[in-house]
């Protein structure tokens, strides 16, 4: 804004003209206070660098000048006290052949370095102790070669010779060596003290220079502070004013740079914003009471949180179904108002991702007393966006859903009562039918020995269907016992196919297992999980022509281990895929082979009992996927 308010071109030609040269006369000061503290900073940095360099090359003195002095000096101190040591073995007799080879080897490295000394001579006086140390070795090798003859003839004088002729010239040749090592040492110590002082008088001169231009640059910040901030501070409370709701306010400046013009077009937008607040908030009133009338009129239960967990607005069927005071909500966290931290988890969730929060069919219920008796709501949370990429919050919408449940349950229990009361009259029957079939087998006709043998197969068609009603209702109503224990998914597959060994064996389908040895255990109840692989394989043997395979797969994934039933049979259509595992659900004509419609049903009960869950992919065709998880022990 204000960018665009200094380089404006709209007005008269005067006050076009004023505004450029207001413009620059304020870069003007910026320009000297800042360019006066960034050349006092470009003098300390080149004064620094100076300094730094000089620094620098004492520093590179000391090292290149004497180290390699001193190092040839030790260097050969070490090599000829190795042939001292070589000519006191050769004296102890017995190690002539290892002190020669020792003597020779030391005096290859003294010469060595002896040269190196000699190439890097720098400093005064060193020139004649290189020259003395290699007459002194010179020496030394003569007396040396004088040794050999001595020693040979074993005359008793040979310690004599070795004491009072070879030792002396070998102290003097050590003892020179020493001296060379000390007085590059000592010129090192003289370099070291020469970089010292520079670095002292670095530091010195610069925290003078430095204190100079930090007191200058403070002066001079001081300063156009002043002039900047004076009547920057004027319209801030100018504009805390305005944020307060006072409108009638009139801020100058006396000053004619891009601050005077500023305050002209702060005057305007005042005068604008006046205009405009007479102008909308009867409008913007209205729109809010209409809002709220919207929401209040809703028979669902309606909460909006912003995306900092503040709920902004509650109508009041959501405040009597959360059992929350409804005038006491706004502004206040979600979780102080609510107080339920599961539908909280799905509010964060929602706000973090900006995703609708999955929520599963039988976890999305939310269950409260009202006047003594439970009332049930779905509940579902949606995202609010406003700009694009911006999440203004989310609304928490409650559906009451009491009546349907209620239904369900009457459903249910109805079901249960129907399936019990079949039960005896439909062994009574299957036991007249048995009785038939045993003592007149023989005395009826052809056509009355099919009909009752097709009583008898509807009969445990019904007796089928009566069992798997009353399991589906004990599922659904959790009254079915779960025996939960560390199970072998291996031992229950091997155990699933011997059982179904002469189903396949009969159609002549192959039926596979390929389930790793290394699989981990899984806590499941193995009685329902053996149901559950026995049901789909059998419906794939259902649908799988003769000669086809089937095979039995698991793996592990994640913390989860999924088992699939895999054929390659007639598939199934894919507008059914969705509704396969629905109740009474039958799909190519079930009933002509006999099903009921709730094999898959039971079986999506009973993996949701487990934790895990299940379903199908198949082309038509091609054949089909069943495919269910559960949960390992690891």
């Known amino acids: 804004m204000l960018s665009t308010m200094l380089f404006r071109t709209a007005g008269p030609p005067g006050r076009h003209g004023r505004t450029k040269a207001m413009v620059w006369t304020l870069r003007k000061k910026i320009f000297i206070g800042y360019g006066i503290t960034l050349g006092l ?26 180290y390699r002095s001193i190092l040839a000096a030790e260097n050969m101190v070490y090599a000829i006290e190795r042939q001292d040591s070589a000519i006191l073995l050769l004296l102890l007799g ?137 009547p920057v501070r004027r319209m801030r409370e100018a504009t805390r004013e305005i944020s307060s709701g006072n409108y009638d306010i009139d801020f100058s400046v006396s000053s004619s740079d891009e601050l005077g013009g500023l305050a002209n077009e702060f005057n305007a937008m005042v005068k604008r914003l006046r205009e405009y607040r007479a102008l909308n908030i009867n409008q913007i009133m209205a729109e809010k009471q209409k809002s709220d009338a919207i929401i209040r009129s809703i028979d669902d239960g309606v909460v909006v949180v912003d995306n900092e967990f503040r709920v902004t607005d509650v109508n ?47 976890k999305g219920i939310l269950t409260a007393e009202q006047g003594g008796k439970q009332r049930h709501f779905q ?75 097709a009583a008898r197969e509807d009969l445990e068609r019904l007796k089928t269907l009566v069992r798997n009603l009353l399991d589906l209702s004990k ?70 022509e003769s000669g086809g395979t089937i095979r039995l797969s698991a793996g592990h994934h994640g913390p989860y281990v999924h088992v699939s039933v895999i054929d390659n049979g007639q598939g199934i259509p894919r507008e059914d895929q969705s509704k396969i595992f629905d109740k009474f659900v039958q799909i190519r004509n079930d009933k002509a082979l006999g099903g009921s419609g709730l094999g898959l049903a039971i079986c999506k009960e009973i993996i949701r009992a487990h934790g895990g869950t299940i379903w199908v992919d198949s082309i038509p065709g091609e054949g089909s996927t069943f495919t269910f998880t559960l949960q390992s022990v690891e």
């Open 316 to 362: 009041p069927t959501a405040a009597r179904a959360l059992n929350i005071e409804f005038g006491q909500i706004q502004n206040r966290h979600f979780l102080e108002v609510v107080k339920n931290e599961m539908l909280f988890n799905h509010v964060k969730q929602s706000i973090e991702t900006g995703q609708p929060s999955p929520i599963e069919e039988q």
């Open 475 to 544: 599922i659904e109503g959790g009254k079915m016992e779960m025996e939960f224990e560390k199970i072998s998914l291996q031992k229950l597959c091997q155990n699933v196919a011997g059982i179904l060994e002469n189903q396949t064996a009969e159609k002549r389908i192959h039926l596979t297992l390929e389930v790793p040895q290394n699989l981990p255990e899984v806590k499941a109840d193995a009685n329902k999980i053996t149901w559950v692989l026995t049901n789909l394989i059998t419906n794939a043997l259902r649908y799988t």
């Open 41 to 66: 900073m470009i003098v300390v940095l080149t004064w620094a660098l100076v300094n730094l360099l000089h620094l620098g090359k004492a520093s590179d003195a000391i090292l290149e000048e004497n």
């Open 379 to 453: 509940f579902s949370i949606t995202p609010v966006h406003g700009k694009p990429d911006t999440l203004l919050g989310v609304v928490l919408l409650l559906r009451d859903v009491t009546r349907l449940a209620e239904l369900d349950r009457l459903k249910s229990e109805f079901v249960m009562t129907a399936s019990h009361e079949l039960r005896t009259p439909l062994t009574s029957i299957g036991m007249s039918i048995n009785l038939l079939l045993e003592r007149t087998m023989e005395k009826l006709n052809e056509k009355d020995r099919e009909l009752l043998l």
């Open 94 to 230: 017995g190690y002539e052949d290892q002190a020669w080879k020792q003597f020779r080897d030391n005096e290859s490295e003294f010469f060595l370095w002896l040269s190196r000394a000699k190439d890097n001579i720098t400093i005064e006086g060193e020139e004649r102790t290189v020259k003395a140390i290699q007459d002194g070795y010179t020496h030394y090798l003569k007396l040396i070669s004088e040794l050999k003859p001595v020693y040979r003839s074993h005359v008793p004088e040979t310690a004599t010779f070795y004491h009072e002729t070879i030792l002396p010239s070998f102290n003097s040749v050590r003892a020179a060596c020493i001296h060379l090592r000390e007085m590059n040492q000592e010129t090192m110590f003289k370099a070291s003290e020469r970089a010292r002082r520079v670095a002292q008088r670095a530091i010195w001169s610069m925290m003078i220079i430095g204190g100079a231009a930090i007191i200058i640059g403070l002066g001079f910040s001081v300063i156009l502070s002043n002039l900047l901030v004076r």
